[in-house]
């Protein structure tokens, strides 16, 4: 089964509005974290935001912010005021096992969404 | 900020050759991870290391092999090289648990 799912493929959006990534996830830990990353087409793999499972407040960086509806285990982005260099993929990705010490910590990552902003 | 270093940035061998991959972690990150990226594919997990100790592993072939020097730099063996291992190989490193993951700028190896 799919652990994270982004189920927009591509998203377009104008520059200087606003744009909701969105993700699911499936995990049966009760401590998790999840994590947007922003691949641009050069590849590098850009770490953007997290959030703990434990966390009561949703995550902010910025004009990133992480919609976290923990009963709908859903971990959406959002990007304010979209600017031409966000145009990229955006990855989400799922640690499980953090209460299970250091050894553990790998990330699972959706498949992706690429993000398009129009002038 | 200092960050993951990976090197090479590129690499091109021929089909059955070897490959080594270099990742030097963010100082005073004890972890580190190994990532595969198909094109067009998410990143998969391949292995990690924590203290220099094997911690974790994934979808890694037999024909690699990964270690973690004392100085917690890692290395990612590659044998018997084949088509469908090119990719790019990301290293990412992480201090405490609850810290994300800083991924390097990746190695786009080119199997011949």
């Known amino acids: 089964a799919q652990k994270i799912t982004q189920t927009q493929p591509g998203m377009f959006v104008q520059e200087k509005e606003a744009v909701t990534l969105d993700c699911t996830y499936d995990?049966?830990?009760?401590?998790?974290?999840l994590f947007w990353y922003k691949q641009p087409s050069s590849g590098e793999m850009i770490f953007l935001i997290y959030?703990?499972?434990?966390?009561?407040q949703n995550a902010t960086e910025g004009r990133y912010s992480l919609n976290f509806q923990k009963a709908r285990k859903s971990a959406n982005l959002v990007i304010s005021a979209s600017q031409l260099g966000d145009s990229a993929m955006y990855f989400c990705?799922?640690?499980?096992?953090?209460?299970?010490?250091?050894?553990?910590?790998?990330?699972?990552f959706g498949q992706g969404t690429i993000l398009t902003v129009h002038p | 900020a200092a960050g993951v270093i990976q090197s090479p940035r590129h690499l091109i061998k021929e089909k059955r050759e070897t490959a080594t991959l270099k990742c030097y972690p963010i100082?005073?990150?004890?972890?580190v991870y190994w990532y595969q990226q198909g094109p067009g594919q998410d990143p998969q997990f391949l292995i990690s290391?924590?203290?220099?100790?094997?911690?974790d592993k994934g979808s890694i072939p037999d024909r690699f092999s990964a270690q973690q020097f004392s100085d917690y730099h890692s290395e990612l063996n590659m044998s018997s090289l084949e088509l469908g291992d090119s990719a790019l190989y990301f290293c990412?490193?992480?201090?405490?648990?609850?810290?994300?993951?800083?991924f390097g700028d990746g190695t786009r190896l080119s199997i011949l």
């Open positions: 990412a490193s992480r201090g405490r648990p609850d810290q994300p993951q800083h």
């Open positions: 995990t049966s830990d009760q401590s998790y974290g």
């Open positions: 959030q703990g499972s434990y966390d009561e």
């Open positions: 990705a799922m640690r499980e096992g953090l209460t299970g010490g250091t050894s553990y910590g790998k990330l699972t």
């Open positions: 100082p005073r990150h004890d972890t």
């Open positions: 290391f924590y203290e220099k100790m094997q911690s």
